[in-house]
Nanobody, 126 residues
Framework: QVQLVESGGGLLQAGDSLRLSCAAS????????MGWFRQVPGKEREFVAG????????GYADSVKGRFTVSKDNAKTTMYLEMNSLKPEDTAIYYC???????????????????WGQGTQVTVSS
């Protein structure tokens, strides 16, 4: 069983950069595909970025493509989300997630993920 803990959120200004971390415990991290999602009050949780088990395959929502980078360090059992050129519309609670499905692929639907962290707040002011 993998447990996930996010960290790194904060209050920033437009144009700033931030790196979120998702520390995982458990033996299956290295074989798991994972993802980042975000949610604002009153809206559904939306896909931000996904990564396969090796880290060699990644995918992004159009809204963050070119600004965010997801990576995975299996030795440290940690996934990262590097966020650059932040915008006020990036304000949300960010969650990391892991799936029991095949680690070879990227999953963009929240329903495909089985394990979730508690979330970390990112607030971007204009």
């Amino acid at each position: 069983q993998v447990q996930l803990v996010e960290s790194g959120g904060g209050l920033l200004q437009a144009g700033d950069s931030l790196r979120l971390s998702c520390a995982a415990s458990g033996r299956t991290f290295s074989s798991s595909a994972m993802g980042w999602f975000r949610q604002v009050p009153g809206k559904e949780r939306e896909f931000v970025a996904g990564i396969n088990w090796t880290g060699g395959r990644t995918g992004y929502a159009d809204s963050v493509k070119g600004r965010f980078t997801v990576s995975k360090d299996n030795a440290k059992t940690t996934m990262y989300l590097e966020m650059n050129s932040l915008k006020p519309e990036d304000t949300a609670i960010y969650y990391c997630a892991a799936t029991y499905y095949s680690g070879a692929y990227i999953y963009t639907n929240a329903a495909e993920y089985n394990l979730w962290g508690q979330g970390t707040q990112v607030t971007v002011s204009s």
